[in-house]
């Protein structure tokens, strides 16, 4: 079984910063992509970044040029790093991930979250 656990989340007033980390059970695929999601209070699920198997990123535009996507130099973490905060980030954080499992076959994996609130 597989498994992908996102930390780093918290309260933070707006204009802070959080970084987000995800460690997995296993080696996270460098071939595919990697993203963080985030889901907030009745609204959808929607992509925040995004990097890909040659390590170009992509971001929503309402983060760009404030949220940083990475990869760590370990094969099974991946970081968020989240600086110049609104209210509006205010949500939960998913990290997802292509992650070798144990029985040597790739899972699309999802974590169970973690809450990110920035107060005004």
């Known amino acids: 079984q597989v498994q992908l656990v996102e930390s780093g989340g918290g309260l933070v007033q707006a204009g802070g910063s959080l970084r987000l980390s995800c460690a997995a059970s296993?080696?996270?695929?460098?071939?595919?992509?990697m993203g963080w999601y985030r889901q907030a209070p009745g609204k959808q699920r929607e992509l925040v970044a995004s990097i890909s198997g040659g390590g170009g990123t992509n971001y929503a535009t309402s983060v760009k040029g404030r949220f940083t996507i990475s990869r760590g130099n370990a094969k099974n973490m991946g970081y968020l790093q989240m600086n110049s905060l609104k209210p509006e980030d205010t949500a939960v954080y998913y990290c997802?991930?292509?992650?070798?499992?144990?029985?040597?076959?790739?899972?699309?994996?999802w974590g169970q979250g973690t809450q990110v609130t920035v107060s005004s």
């Open positions: 296993g080696t996270i695929s460098s071939s595919n992509a």
């Open positions: 997802n991930a292509r992650i070798l499992g144990y029985d040597a076959r790739w899972y699309d994996s």
